[in-house]
């Protein structure tokens, strides 16, 4: 019984860690190519960072993001795991700094509230993207420590 409850208990937390992954990582990104578009067009018209922006922000932002939490999340201090522990806060600040700074010069208005909408947004992707290894991992449940029944005379 208690391994069929593991199982549902698994098979709920997955479910629920990939509702949110479908929801937030594509408004993410999204957000992120719609922000580089439209900080893109203040750029003079002859500067080629105006097709780019667009394309690399949101690209650079999965593709770091995905590296950086798979490495936290399959490193252990004696095996590293691409960047190991320690190595992907560095892609991290420059992710958030990237995110933050299209969806800012992004804005119609470079004011507080932009700058609070793009620390949500922000928060709310690379929460979605931090998620997706511990999802996709076959034993999401089991580093969790089993409950034994203490060792009483019978």
Do not use: N
Not at 38 to 52: H, T, V
């Amino acid at each position: 019984m208690a391994k069929r409850t593991i199982g549902l208990a698994d098979w709920a937390m997955r479910l629920l860690l990939w509702l949110y992954a479908l929801v937030s990582v594509p408004l993410y990104l999204w957000f992120l190519h719609h922000m580089g578009d439209r900080w893109g067009q203040q750029l003079p018209a002859d500067d080629s960072l105006r097709f780019w922006l667009p394309i690399v922000v949101p690209l650079a932002a999965l593709s770091f993001t995905l590296m950086s939490c798979t490495s936290w999340w399959w490193s252990t201090e004696t095996r590293p795991v691409l960047l190991g522990r320690k190595g992907w806060r560095f892609m991290m600040v420059f992710v958030v700094a990237l995110s933050l700074m299209a969806g800012f010069f992004g804005s119609a208005h470079q004011d507080f509230v932009a700058l609070v909408l793009t620390v949500m947004v922000t928060t709310i992707g690379i929460l979605g993207l931090w998620l997706i290894p511990p999802t996709l991992s076959p034993r999401l449940l089991d580093t969790l420590p089993s409950r034994k029944a203490p060792a009483g005379p019978s």
